[in-house]
């Protein structure tokens, strides 16, 4: 197989911070479903073994300046999969002449992308496009120039990647206000909660988005979702289902790119996952749900062979209420709507298996 470089966004979700010598930055090394200058399309899953090969090597992924073997700049502290693409956090070491350069370019955004150095392993060509099954990744470099069309700056605003941090009871009670004065003592190196004294990489955690421009100022962060609950931080139900309604116009919205509220909701989408719930942006319609019970009462009989399907009339039949179901959502949709209420999800969910067994039983 033939060897490779692919230079794709920086996307930095750049806080590029210091730590004892050393600097570090976060980004996408790789984007899903996106197809490069050499008619490639890189596919989820295409990093697994390659990352796996390196963890239980026990070594570290190389970090270059654009894809020079001698231009070492330190390593990659941590690369993974996301819905979105190969995502990765980098540490310069700033020991080094050229860490030092390179961090200083990086903070002024001279610094265009990232790149990867890697070997195709398996692909599959379909309507001539090569997507890329799997790959070995050699080496992930900061370069100048990025070669793809997708991959130039975007202003330095930053996505707080998915902390998984632990869910606070259901009932929790949220003020926003006071989480953030909250999250102000608990990220700072005396517990009071002063600017000077707060370390920010530590606060963004508890935030969806930050503008890393102005990272040291409490107002650059927006969408909090966690509050210090006895001593550890912690995701508030109440505020992950406020920020998503906020992401989704409520409350007038939140004033941040498009691009960033799709990040943002796919990390929302993990903690609503945790809570066993649907995100709002994701809840089917009423139709599809009508589709959905048709179908689950077709598998139902090829399972278990509890229906008599014999014919199209059974076929009519079972559909016919069914479609009785539907009028019965409706109707109790509008109710809803007309007292403004909102049924959760997952009573919902409940309705429509409670639903179902009663087409079951009706045959």
């Known amino acids: 197989m033939e060897e490779k470089v692919k230079t794709t966004p920086l996307e930095i979700k750049l806080k590029v911070s210091e730590d004892e010598n050393k600097a570090y930055f976060e980004g996408y090394g790789a984007v899903f479903g996106n197809i490069d200058a050499y008619g490639d399309m890189i596919v989820k899953g295409a990093f697994k073994k390659t990352l796996e090969k390196w963890e239980q090597s026990g070594k570290k992924i190389p970090l270059l300046y654009q894809h020079h073997p001698s231009e070492i700049l330190g390593v990659i502290t941590k690369a993974y999969e996301d819905d979105y693409g190969l995502y990765i956090i980098g540490e310069i070491n700033l020991n080094t002449s050229k860490g030092q350069e390179v961090y200083s370019l990086l903070k002024q955004g001279a610094l265009q992308g990232l790149s990867i150095g890697y070997e195709v392993k398996q692909y599959e060509t379909v309507n001539g496009i090569r997507k890329l099954l799997e790959v070995e990744l050699w080496e992930i470099s900061l370069v100048t120039f990025p070669a793809n069309e997708l991959a130039e700056v975007v202003k330095v605003k930053a996505v707080v990647p998915y902390q998984d941090l632990p ?8 003020d926003a206000n006071k989480a953030r004065q909250n999250i102000a003592k608990w990220a700072s190196s005396d517990g009071s909660g002063d600017k000077d004294k707060v370390d920010f990489n530590k606060y963004k955690k508890a935030f969806l988005w930050y503008d890393a421009e102005n990272p040291e100022n409490f107002g650059s962060y927006k969408l909090p979702i966690a509050d210090v609950i006895n001593g550890t931080l912690k995701a508030v139900p109440r505020a992950i289902f406020a920020a998503g309604a906020v992401l989704e116009g409520a409350r007038g919205g939140v004033n941040i790119p498009d691009t960033d509220k799709d990040k943002i909701k796919r990390v929302l989408e993990k903690y609503y996952a945790k809570l066993d719930m649907t995100p709002p942006w994701k809840n089917i319609s009423l139709q599809d749900e009508h589709d959905i019970l048709f179908a689950k009462a077709l598998l139902e ?35 809803e709507q007309e007292t403004k209420q909102v049924e959760t999800e997952e009573n919902k969910q409940d309705e429509i298996l409670k639903k179902l067994d009663e087409i079951l039983k009706r045959f």
């Open 301 to 335: 009989n090829k399972r278990n062979k509890s229906l008599p399907i014999n014919s199209i009339e059974d076929l009519k039949q079972i559909k016919q209420i069914v479609d009785e179901t539907l009028t019965a959502f409706e109707e109790i949709e509008t109710k």
């Open 167 to 174: 869910l606070a009871p259901r009932d929790t009670p949220w």
